[in-house]
């Protein structure tokens, strides 16, 4: 499922627009990415959990030349 059928599923199970279900999902999306740079962990219980994790930096491999690079540590 992409993104438009999401939206497209929100509004008919939302009983509102498209329009309306793109502006709850934009919403949606907006307060999950500013809240848990705060909060660095946000629990719906039954449903899911998000958070941020710390991944270190470590080697890996070109798959087309077989050289070894390194990944940066990201979050």
Do not use: W
Request: charged share 25%; with cysteine.
């Amino acid at each position: 499922m992409n993104k438009s059928e999401f939206v497209a599923a929100l509004a008919l199970h939302g009983a509102m627009s498209k329009a309306d279900a793109e502006k709850c999902y934009q919403a949606f999306r907006q307060t999950l990415e500013t809240e848990l740079l705060v909060a660095g962990k946000i629990t719906f219980p039954g449903f899911c959990s998000v958070e941020i994790v710390d991944k270190p930096a470590r080697k890996a491999r070109n798959p087309a030349t077989g050289q070894e690079i390194e990944v940066p540590a990201k979050k």
